[in-house]
């Protein structure tokens, strides 16, 4: 990039460039004492009850750890509420006017919102919800956009005890069905419409489509977010409530139930290797614990003085853990932002960090990379000499797109930390820590305190140095507690590769300093923009089509989004291989799960390569997308299958 001042990115790789904490950062930093990495260490129990002791407990408990290998149990005997952690004691410590959410529409109209205010909101909609038969223990399904009443459905829901599962806004009716019909939701939460890019995406109409064949639902509660914009919303009587009304009727106040610590706290599905979402469980305690003291530690949160802003959508776990659940424990003030960072221009997001004075940033790699392409214009036009800290997460961050955030984001002055986590950890697992690491542009650095991370190799036996799989050896407070009704595929997915390990299905390296790397999923897994989508399920949409005979899916490289998803599909017999046809199955694949799963290419084909066995040779599949050499072909039933692909592949142009 031209913009780094001319320095090629080989050059950061080849100098090892080292990037040491910013001068003043080491004094004042939450975590600049080392001897908590050297506790940590030799007590990782202890670390982790001193860190759980900074939330409230109803409570104690009698027990740090139990550890029935694959199954923990944390803070054993101790009672604590989620919503009263993230309100109420901030509120009864006098901080009721500290603003907890600063949030803007896409359209441009605003709200601010101070704890105090919040906690009204919780308390009432957790009456609303317990109106409608909620119980504790009973699921609620969450089906909105990026509005406040998202944050405060899911609070609510923490207060009476009932674990909550939000289903990103994008997905479609059909995947919010599959979701609720998993987790058997009582109540699904929505809106009339969202918006994005200035249209309305008409979420009420989605959630009727998928409560039409969800027999668990008994109501639906919509927020008023479009209105007349989206057109008028059918209500069905009886089923169906305005968040307002019910709002308006709803008692004051409602105390917090004291759950344990182990409760279900929520459920969030998440891609693995097959076709069927798996329902990550994640529990009360422990998950607070651990993402609270990452949210302070990894972005050196200072709540008196910080404006936070986490750029993702609360659909994923990003925004459950470091929107919802890790800023309000902490008493943070952060921007919530509900559109895009392109409309009504380039200039949304410099805009926004510079009229709420933001001082720490997190995003995706996806995102910079494309405000790289954007160019240096935009933010140049900005005062953001409020940041302090910028941090990545969701996929590896290129040395090229670390350095552009370090130089033209940061000005040179702000630690980038580089997280990596999963759905599955619930918190973040390795980073670097501002005012201690020095960090390399594109290494995540170390595993935190408490955390241990190891790479190993084929065998499973540990390496110091070099490449294999990132595993991790010790349990950690947010780890998820298993999949929603299927204990064996919980064994079966974490913890069946290598003996006693976690194994994360992500390849990772070691250098020459002991930094890790990561070096992105090594199973079927995609990453597409840091969202996880299986090709199995991508595969199991297209052959519902009626003219697919079969198909293969695969992730190839893609500058911007990390990866871009490319089918390779043979047809069923009589069947055209045009261009209209590709459209509509990249369409079908759409509207089935979701456009974060829209193919990038559609390559029809008249064979895929397999194996003698009948597996689909993937690795194969993946050159012939990236355009690399083919390699060892002999295993092929018919290697003359590779050459047309070949052929076909490099005939079609791709689309966007
Ligand atoms: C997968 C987890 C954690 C929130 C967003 C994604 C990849 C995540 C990094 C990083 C390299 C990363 C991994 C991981 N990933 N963060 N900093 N460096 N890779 O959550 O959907 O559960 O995906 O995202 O491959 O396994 P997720």
Redesign the pocket.
Known sequence: MSDDGGAAIEDYYLEERLFPPPEGFVDDAVVADRSIIERAQHDFEGFWADQARALDWFDDWHTVLEWDLPFARWFVGGTLNVSHNCLDRHVAAGLGERVAIHWEGEPGDTRTITYAELLADVERFANVLKGLGVRRGDRVAIYMPMIPELPVAMLACTRIGAPHSVVFGGFSPDALRDRIDDAQAKVLVTADGGWRRGAVVALKENADTAVAEAASIEHVVVARRTGDAGGTTPMTDGRDHWWDELMSKAPESCPPEHMDAEDLLYLLY?SGTTAKPKGIMHSTGGYLTQVAFTHRAVFDLHPERDVYWCAADIG???GHSYIVYGPLANGATSVMYEGTPDFPDKDRWWDIIERYGVTILYCAPTAIRTFMKWGTEFPERHDMSSLRVLG??????NPEAWVWYWTHIGGGHCPVV????????GAIM?SPLPGITTCKPGS?TFPLPGIAAEVVDDSGKSIDRGGGYLTLTRPWPAMLRGLYGDPERYKETYWSRFDGRYF???GAKIDDDGYFW?L??VDD?M?IS???ISTAEVESSLVNHPSVAEAAVVGAKDDTTGQAIIAFVTLKAGQNETAERGEELRGHVARHIGSIARPRTVIFTDELPKTRSGKIMRRLLRDVAEGRDLGDTTTLADPRVVDEIRRLSTAQPTED
Do not use: F, K, Y
Request: no cysteine; proline share 3%.
């Open positions: 998440t994923w776990v990003t990545s997460v969701g996929e590896p961050i580089d997280t990596w986590w999963q759905t599955e950890t390795i995540a994360a299905g992500d990561l992105g999923r897994v990453n840091g969202h996880r």
